[in-house]
């Protein structure tokens, strides 16, 4: 406790009135930021955002964020007790955000707590209404507010008591990118690092993609193949592919595609192939898109088959771009990452990819799987640069085991943003923002 409370403190039980505040060291302060979307729909997500500003230069020891629905009992949803004091968007201070399932109507109330290394506090409260929807899509997961988290592998595993399931890409803690894990509801898995360069001696890991069936390697047979980016920090990207039974432990992974390109690396990007997404239309009819770079910076879309999920052969097939929105040319943005799934209902594939160069706009294209390389994407919806999170990038949509669309389900993704064009897209951003439709 400050001087300021213990003063307050001895003043109440001396039945003085205290109206004048005391402070020798200034404390932290909170705020919750203005214009973050909130989907405040039943059953849907809301992306809470705290900004916590240091006192005095004083370094922040943790930051919270609870929520409550009567204003009394307080339920704790996100802990951060390793805040960035050197955060070079916000010098003053840190962000805490992260995604929480809305299970009642009234008035959701959201407080957060910050707390600096002389124990100094201070807490902001706020309130939003949380209407009725006929869309019931539970939130997936809190993802670590203290490292950078995007492409998301995001499978509702029907199989398994409709449990959501997510790999993602996220910051290793001895540098670069790697693999994590949790799965729905909030709370039930706590977000851990499951694949990193590290373990295997490879290569940075991103954009995973995830399938769950029957995949024999080596004359053993696993239930989860992930196929992912994999670079090894000087070079360009390549695609790698890896085997598990739980979703956790994976055997040590081996390259599967290779640029079309060959020393496509610049401009600051390694340039080269990102899987956007692995899809099985049957036990002996699997198909990959990856997107494939230049040296000039321009990105195409392919597709590649496999009659085991395991082993890729033949040549890639370039896919037809007619449609799109400023989807090829990549030079001087985050990259073009999109996410690919299959929809059994409509016959079509569809496709969530930001925008580029600006990754300020985030589209979901579909396609008649029978025009894939000749005919034309129209557009199911698009988020704009007016949303007030400005970066969306890096998607994922949610699928099931087979990379479909889920039956009865909406086409919805998640991806990684940050609030506004200067802040980088892996800042606060620390986490995803579900985005529903």
Known sequence: MNITNKLRSVASLLGILFVTTLTLNAGPSITWLAGVPLNSNLNSVIYPVAQATKGGGVNLRSIEIWYSWDD??????????SPNNNNPYYPSGDFCGGCIQLTQ???????????????????????????NSSVALPSLIEANSSSYNYGPAWMLDTSDNNLQKMWWTTGYPGGGDCIGYATAPLGSTMPQTVLHYNSFGVALMSNPSVLKGSFTKSGSTYTYAMYYVANPGNASNSIDETFSNDGVSWITPINVVTTQFPGAYGNGYPWGTIVSGVICLSSSNY??????????????????TSSNGVTWTGTPAAVSLSGLSNFGDIAGSLGNSPSVAYNPADGCYYMAYAETPSNSTLDLYKISSSQLSNGTWSQVWTIGSSVAMYYKSNPGILKDVNGYIPSGYPEVAAYATSLDNGAGYDNIYVTQLWYYY
Not at 72 to 81: A, K, P, S
Not at 106 to 130: E, M
């Open 105 to 131: 109507t009234g008035t959701l109330y959201l407080k957060a707590t910050v707390i600096d290394v002389n124990s100094n506090q201070a807490t902001a409260i706020t309130s939003l209404g949380v209407n």
């Open 72 to 81: 009394v009992n307080w339920t704790v949803f996100i802990n951060d007790t």
């Open 287 to 304: 198909m990959m898109f990856f997107t494939d770079t230049n040296n000039n910076g321009i990105g195409n879309l392919y597709t590649l």
